[in-house]
């Protein structure tokens, strides 16, 4: 089976990106299961909508995972709720509207999509996301074999961290948040594919898919600014895991699409 997965997707430059490249992906690639995180695609860079959830799935994504942002945009509390193709932090507090995790059907296999989010430097406090993972997984059983995380936090070694408390338990433990793509992707031990930030799917010059501008006023002033969704050439970040039948990956391959770095089928 082979998995492509897409970074964060920012704001409309993003959603662009995955609409123009997913054609040609597929034809290099072709995935049996394409899985994004959106947590960023609305305009302003924070959460999603119904509408923009559709659109996604129209360009042959299959799951989407999400973030800290996750209830941003009023519209999201209703069909998160709902959508089982939609995958929300899981270690929010019992109750929360949504789904950490989701079963979905490729074939004749039965494949999980896991959410959590890190608690180092993310400014809130979120359950535990080691005990939700163990919580899960036990959940999920024999269901599954093919078991893929999304870790959606802010420290390398947080993430890291999860990499190796789940190597041999997952197929795969792919980061998001950042933005920027991590060139540390291996295969733990046991046969889980790993890598620290899948990187972003948004515009290219700017940081972290926000205008240069606003974002170096914040460093130099220290004062509250509102960012924006930088405009532009894009960028698309993510990668490609190959696993086998009993859902131990034999490949991860980062994917990497920018102006300087072109794809060449």
């Known amino acids: 089976m082979r998995i492509l997965f ?24 072709q995935p049996d299961l394409v899985i994004a995180n959106a947590e960023n695609i609305a305009p302003n860079g924070r959460g999603i909508t119904p509408r923009l959830a ?20 009023k519209e999201s509390l209703s069909f998160i709720d709902i959508d089982r193709r939609v995958v929300r932090p899981a270690n929010f507090p019992e ?30 406090d979120y359950d535990d996301p080691f005990r939700a993972m163990d919580r899960i997984l036990e959940e999920i059983g024999t269901k ?23 190597a ?3 197929s795969a433990v792919v980061g998001t948040h950042t933005h920027v793509q991590t060139a540390d992707d291996r295969i733990l031990p046991g ?41 532009g050439a894009g960028q698309l970040h993510g990668a490609v895991i190959d696993l086998n039948e009993q859902g131990r990956a034999q490949k991860i391959e980062r994917i990497s699409i920018t102006p300087d770095r072109p794809f060449i089928m």
């Not at 559709?54 to 945009?73: K, R, S, Y």
């Open 95 to 124: 109750g929360t509207p949504g789904h950490g995790y989701t079963l979905c059907k490729v074939g004749s296999v039965q494949v999980a999509i896991v959410n959590v989010l890190g608690r180092a430097l993310m400014g809130s």
């Open 144 to 166: 599954a074999k093919h078991i893929f995380v999304d870790v959606h936090a802010e420290t390398t070694s947080e993430k890291y961290a999860m990499g190796n408390y789940l």
């Open 191 to 231: 046969g889980t594919a790993y890598l620290t930030d899948a990187g972003m799917c948004g515009p290219y010059d700017s940081i972290i898919g926000f205008s240069k501008d606003l974002v170096l006023q914040r460093f130099l002033t220290q004062m509250p600014t509102r960012f924006e969704v930088a405009q």
């Open 6 to 29: 897409l970074g964060d997707i920012v704001g409309h430059p993003g959603k662009q990106m995955v609409e123009t490249w997913m054609p040609k992906l597929f034809d290099h690639y």
């Open 168 to 170: 041999g338990r997952v």
């Open 54 to 73: 559709e659109a996604l799935f129209d360009a042959q994504v299959d799951i989407l995972t999400m973030g800290n942002h996750v209830w941003d945009q």
